[in-house]
T-cell receptor, first 114, second 115 residues
């Protein structure tokens, strides 16, 4: 069975600074990997996904993530954070090679300081 | 199109009451899911469906039931509400399109309190 670990429960970043949110997964083969964002009181919105090809994936709102098989990681990055990026971020993994459900991490809450 | 819609947005139930959370999608997706979200715990899968008439249990199915009579609708039933079912419930859907990596689209959620 697959699993996801997001080691940081909360992260505070100054507006304009760079951001990296960590995600480690456990899965025996090449996984499908996703990052979702949830603003307070809202549903989840897909930021980006990886399922094959280029290991550096570009998403919406200026986010990118890099799949590193050797480290079982899929960290989310943004070069310059905006106050509107304050939200909770979830990493998720799904099995490749056929249908499977997604397993979500527990989330990382991003706080942006002025 | 509206995507995934859920009703109600909020609900307060007394212990032992029953209710149905509604979920509808207009994207003609075969796959639909119900999750619950508790603070600091991420999302846990309750039930999912791979098509009309086919449902299966997820990680936390106890206390819930589902049915899938149409492609569009996937209601979640709570028969005897308990305080442990206080949570935010999300419905999601996905298309079985391999090159899209089974991306799931989420509804806005239902916040349920059981007292």
């Amino acid at each position: 069975a697959q699993s996801v670990t997001q080691p940081d429960i909360h992260i505070t970043v100054s507006e304009g600074a760079s951001l990296e949110l960590r995600c480690n997964y456990s899965y025996g083969a090449t996984p499908y990997l996703f990052w979702y964002v949830q603003s307070p009181g809202q549903g989840l919105q897909l930021l980006l996904k990886y399922f094959s090809g280029d290991t550096l994936v570009q998403g919406i709102k200026g986010f990118e993530a890099e799949f590193k098989r050797s480290q079982s990681s899929f960290n989310l990055r943004k070069p310059s954070v905006h106050w509107s990026d304050a939200a909770e971020y979830f990493c998720a993994v799904g099995a490749s090679g056929g249908y499977s459900t997604l397993t979500f991490g527990k989330g990382t809450m991003l706080l942006v300081s002025p | 199109n509206a995507g995934v819609t859920q009703t109600p947005k909020f609900r307060i139930l007394k212990i032992g009451q029953s209710m149905t959370l509604q979920c509808t999608q207009d994207m003609n997706h075969n796959y639909m899911y119900w999750y619950r979200q508790d603070p600091g715990m991420g999302l846990k899968l309750i039930y999912y469906s791979v098509g009309a008439g086919i449902t299966d249990k997820g990680e936390v199915p106890n206390g819930y039931n589902v049915s899938r009579s149409t492609t569009e609708d996937f209601p979640l039933r709570l028969e005897l509400a308990a305080p442990s079912q206080t949570s935010v419930y999300f419905c999601a859907s996905s298309s079985r399109v391999l090159d899209r990596g089974y991306e799931q689209y989420f509804g806005p959620g239902t916040r349920l309190t059981v007292t």
